[in-house]
């Protein structure tokens, strides 16, 4: 079975500033998708940044970035140049790459404070 | 952009009565999937589907579950007698095949049941 842990529930961060969140997984697959979505206050559930477990390199969107390690089984986000709208809830999440089910971590909740 | 629609944004139901959440995919994606979220908890799995029948589902589909793609374009879920522990955020998401694994989520409808 796969699961998914985040294990801060809320975090803060001052606006322009940098925050990490943290995932980790367990599973026993070699090949699959780690995912981070955001789900701001409208609900709708929004990627933020994908990575596949075969390549090396870390996921880079604009200001978002994750630190892929395979071997430790974690998977963080970071968040540069904190901005207003990415206050959310975020969740990471895993697909195994022969499935087509996401497993969701049980989020954290992101405040940027002004 | 394409996007995943979901009717109504909002219902509410009396226990033991049926419902069912509308969800129109985006139109070339051929994975479809329901998921449930519990006010302040994690998304949970309920169901995938992919060929004209379901291909995964969770334990908390059970019996009382069914999905539907009745005309090619949208997907239902229905719930046949619902219990005051269905409320929650239900989501729909739709994705394509192979390499693209984003999944793209509805903005959701949130059933409460009385």
């Known amino acids: 079975a796969q699961t998914v842990t985040q294990s801060q529930p809320e975090m803060s961060v001052q606006e322009a500033e940098t925050v990490t969140l943290s995932c980790t997984y367990d599973t026993s697959e070699s090949n699959y998708y780690l995912f981070w979505y955001k789900q701001p206050p409208s609900r709708q559930m929004i990627l933020v940044i994908r990575?596949?477990?075969?390549?090396?390199q870390n996921a880079t969107e604009n200001r978002f970035s994750v630190n892929f390690q395979k071997a430790a089984k974690s998977f963080s986000l970071k968040i540069s140049d904190s901005q207003l709208g990415d206050t959310a809830m975020y969740f990471c999440?895993?697909?195994?790459?022969?499935?087509?089910?996401?497993?969701f971590g049980t989020g954290t909740s992101l405040t940027v404070i002004p | 952009e394409p996007e995943v629609t979901q009717t109504p944004s909002h219902q509410v139901t009396q226990m033991g009565q049926e419902v069912i959440l509308r969800c129109v995919p985006i139109s070339n994606h051929l994975y479809f999937y329901w998921y449930r979220q519990i006010l302040g908890q994690k998304v949970e799995f309920l169901v995938s589907f992919y060929n004209n029948e379901i291909s995964e589902k969770s334990e908390i589909f059970d019996d009382q579950f069914s999905v539907e793609r009745p005309d090619g374009s949208n997907f239902t879920l229905k719930i046949r007698s619902t219990k005051l522990e269905d409320s929650a955020m239900y989501f729909c998401?739709?994705?394509?095949?192979?390499?693209?694994?984003?999944?793209?989520f509805g903005q959701g409808t949130r059933l409460t049941v009385v």
């Open positions: 998401a739709s994705r394509g095949t192979g390499m693209n694994t984003e999944a793209f």
């Open positions: 999440a895993f697909m195994k790459r022969t499935g087509n089910q996401f497993y």
């Open positions: 990575q596949e477990a075969y390549k090396q």
